[in-house]
């Protein structure tokens, strides 16, 4: 058996936890022999949801953590303050070496905040943005950053475009990733402030594959593969890219269920349009991780269930076995 990957996850965060927490973890450990998990939380709490599951003993344990930092809880104090919580146990695994990655659908401000305090930025990143994988007509592609830095500098989109292309390349298996910038037109001269001094310094970056500006209306397009902004920007687009996905979902299944003549079509379509709904899906990717961080932190939906959570894990085995952190280390080092 090949080295394995050590994923910490977070068994109290999220809407579902620990129920779909729990299963997922179980689904990852029997799905690869290459990772070992790490349930962090209350053990009266996960205990019996193991009971009578098969799974193998030797890559799934309990760590225990007594305290929980919900939603609405401030992300600063409660990293100080509620130490032995499931968010705070389970990033200070990766800084203390005893977990490769942390999985987490809790608290959002928590898992940023604990990212930066507890296992550190790698040195020479100046900030680390959230970067989940959206669907799009061609596959999926990167949307970097979505929540992390809602005020940004021109420097930090360039390492963010660096950063998404390495993550692109060796997780994706993307070669020669397109990177684009979010802007209200395509020509150079257009955009706010940020976006026109950023423009040249991508365009002037030798190891990334920069295409130019790039609309929003072609994103679901697929023309690019990683999609560069600042957070503020980013969480709109996705934010709205869930929506629309969502309601598009429940408009279809009202239109099929109309009148007798819709259901008997949706009866004859509903193998295709299934297949093109799961699509729409943002589960199948994983979670967002948190670049540029010393270990890798990753971010899933609050509502997420059992399957996100199970390929959230197996998507920090990827990123561990290419060593996506070490190749970031040495983008940094060749710029310098």
């Given amino acids: 058996m090949s080295e394995l990957t050590r994923v910490a996850v977070d068994a109290m965060g999220g809407d579902n936890a620990p129920e779909e927490v729990v299963k997922g973890a179980v689904e990852a450990v029997n799905a690869s022999e290459r990772v070992k998990v790490f349930l962090v939380g209350r053990p009266e709490a996960i205990e019996p949801l193991l009971a009578g599951v098969d799974y193998p003993k ?31 146990v389970g990033e200070r695994m990766i800084r203390e070496q005893k977990a490769d990655a942390f999985v987490s659908a809790g608290s959002t401000g928590a898992v940023l905040v604990g990212g930066q305090l507890l296992v550190g930025r790698i040195r020479g990143i100046e900030r680390t943005p959230l970067a989940p994988l959206i669907p799009t007509e061609k596959g999926s592609s990167l949307l970097i950053d979505c929540g992390a830095n809602v005020d940004a500098r021109s420097s930090h989109l360039v390492q963010f475009a660096r950063m998404g292309s390495i993550y692109m390349e060796y997780v994706m298996g993307i070669q020669n990733p397109r990177v684009a910038l979010v802007n209200i037109g395509l020509e150079e001269e257009k955009g706010n402030a940020l976006v026109k001094e950023t423009y040249p310094l991508l365009k002037a970056c030798k190891d990334i594959n920069f295409i130019g500006s790039i609309e929003a209306r072609e994103i679901p397009r697929g023309y690019a593969d990683v999609i560069v902004c600042e957070a503020f920007t980013g969480n709109v687009i996705l934010k709205l890219y869930e929506g629309t996905a969502s309601t598009l979902v429940d408009m279809i299944k009202k239109s099929l269920m109309s009148d007798l003549r819709s259901k008997i079509g949706g009866l004859l379509i509903k193998p295709a349009l299934k297949q093109t709904m799961k699509g729409l899906s943002t589960s199948d990717n994983g979670g967002a991780p948190l670049l540029g961080l010393n270990g890798l932190v990753v971010k899933t939906h609050g509502s997420s269930k059992a399957d996100e959570i199970r390929n959230s894990i197996l998507q920090c085995m990827t990123f561990q076995e290419q060593g996506i952190t070490e190749k970031i280390r040495a983008s940094l080092a060749a710029e310098e």
């Fill in 58 to 88: 030797d890559r799934l344990e309990i760590v225990p953590a007594s305290e929980v930092i919900e939603t609405g809880d401030p992300p600063v104090q409660s990293i100080r303050r509620k130490k032995d919580s499931s968010i705070v």
